[in-house]
């Protein structure tokens, strides 16, 4: 059994009300999917969040050209385990389209369901080339950058993008109309411009105004909002109202893993408890132990301190935890001490939905170490 009884049933119990999302020739089994984070949604953690609610997930973002250049650490970030191949999709960046196209065909033969191409990254080291959110800067030339990408491919392709470069420049409604004429499956929109990287908070309005004008072109687009729902409650009350075909979940995955079963059952009495937290965290540990991707036991240990940090983000006495983890030196210390520290908890939930802006900043910091 993958959890115990316990946690079993309050799992498939959520797992009840949820719904499949199509999109396109896309099908997913819940309208909530898990958004690409750099370092983070690799195999491991993308089959943990499938496990527990999440409709599907994309890959952290991978150089095209890496990939065109045989780099081995850059190919093997392709890697796609059996039991996920269904439901997840590899994303790509770059600034040289036939070099995407190229590599798009390599992430293919390993199983991709879907090649989703990067739109959206603000880092400098991306924009500075050509890549990312650069991409959005000259609307009328993305058809033709587009199109030996999809034609490339027999799978799906689909697009994460931003409002525009900044306030001045919001070309996404421009983006969408060239994603429409050329087929794309469906855009991610993460509701901030470029040189907002995750600053301010997210312009939901004008996610909304891109979804009816998605519905309104000839051939519906289907959008996936993003951005800021990083609370079961935020999550409940945005697919209450929203015009999106479903919603992505980053970071608010990293506070609380349970946030694709809650974020689709507003009305429930079923809580999870420190307990169900460190089976999470041993859940985790055992996809380590048997990743496709030929890590270190040094990253592996590195993955497993991110990951019990994060997901304490909130809970009382969290920074003293955060404290003791990082001098660990195995991964067996650090289950020990992580067991202590959530099995001490009755209910985790009334922190969850409490998680401060501060809390949000130290969390990135985290991530970034």
Known sequence: MIFSTSLAHKIAALKQNTHPMSAGRLTFSSPLLLAPLAGLTTTPFRLL????????????????????????????????????????????????????????????????????????CPVKKVVSKGGGAALLRKPQELFAFLEPIKHAISIP?????????????????????????????????????????????VNWDAIEELAKLAQSLPRQLPIIGNGDLHTPSAVQKRL????????????????????????????????????DYFEVLLRLNHHLDHS?????????????????????????????????????????DLLDLAYEFYSKIENVDVFKDQVSSEADSELLDVHKS
């Open 49 to 120: 969040m499938l496990e527990l609610g999440a409709g599907g997930a994309v890959s952290e973002l991978i150089s095209g050209n890496g990939i065109t250049y045989n780099n081995q650490k850059t190919i093997n970030m392709l890697k796609i385990d059996q039991r996920e191949r269904e439901h997840v999709g590899i994303q790509l960046f770059g600034e040289r389209p036939l070099a995407i196209a190229e590599s798009a065909k390599i992430a293919e033969a390993e199983g991709a369901r879907f090649i989703d191409l990067n739109m959206g």
């Open 157 to 201: 392709l689909t697009i994460k993008i931003r409002l525009g470069p900044n306030s001045q420049e919001i070309t996404a409604p421009e983006v969408l109309k060239v994603a429409h004429d050329l087929a794309i499956e469906m855009v991610a929109i993460h509701g901030r411009t470029a040189v907002q990287f995750y600053t301010g908070t």
């Open 240 to 275: 209450a109202i929203t015009n999106c075909q479903g919603l992505m979940l980053g970071r608010g995955a990293l506070k609380n893993p349970f946030i694709f079963l809650h974020g689709v059952s507003p009305h429930t009495d079923i809580c999870f408890s420190g307990h």
């Open 292 to 332: 496709i991707r030929e890590d270190r036991e040094e990253g592996r240990l590195m993955q497993m301190k991110k990951f019990a940090v994060s997901f304490a983000s909130g809970i009382n006495n969290a920074s003293q935890f955060r404290g003791k983890i990082w001098p660990i030196t195995n991964r067996k």
